[in-house]
């Protein structure tokens, strides 16, 4: 059974930077691929980045240019680093994971990001 637990999130002003953090268990990491969601307060989940086994990456537009993800397979673990984050990038970060074609057969339990002064 496949577990990810997402750590990083916090609180942070308009303009800073954060690295959120997806350690994965209960598999082999090198196989799956692993997204970043989001759900803000009355909104929908929505796809931030995902990342393939083969290393082939894709952003949502709203954060093209300021957040990039990666994944490290020696530890597996995928990051998203965040940068200019915006008050309208607040919301609770979700990590997933999937087989194939699929990215979100599994999901963390989520990190909550604000962005406020």
């Known amino acids: 059974q496949v577990q990810l637990v997402e750590s990083g999130g916090g609180l942070v002003e308009p303009g800073g930077s954060l690295r959120l953090s997806c350690a994965a268990s209960?598999?082999?990491?090198?196989?799956?691929?692993m997204g970043w969601y989001r759900q803000a307060p009355g909104k929908q989940r929505e796809l931030v980045a995902r990342?393939?086994?083969?290393?082939?990456?894709d952003y949502a537009d709203s954060v093209k240019g300021r957040f990039a993800i990666s994944r490290d397979n020696a530890k597996s673990t995928v990051y998203l680093e965040m940068t200019s984050l915006k008050p309208e990038d607040t919301a609770v970060y979700y990590c997933?994971?999937?087989?194939?074609?699929?990215?979100?057969?599994?999901w963390g339990q989520g990190t909550q990001v604000t962005v406020s002064s």
């Open positions: 997933s994971s999937g087989f194939g074609p699929h990215f979100t057969t599994s």
């Open positions: 209960g598999v082999v990491f090198s196989i799956v691929n």
């Open positions: 990342i393939t086994r083969g290393g082939y990456k």
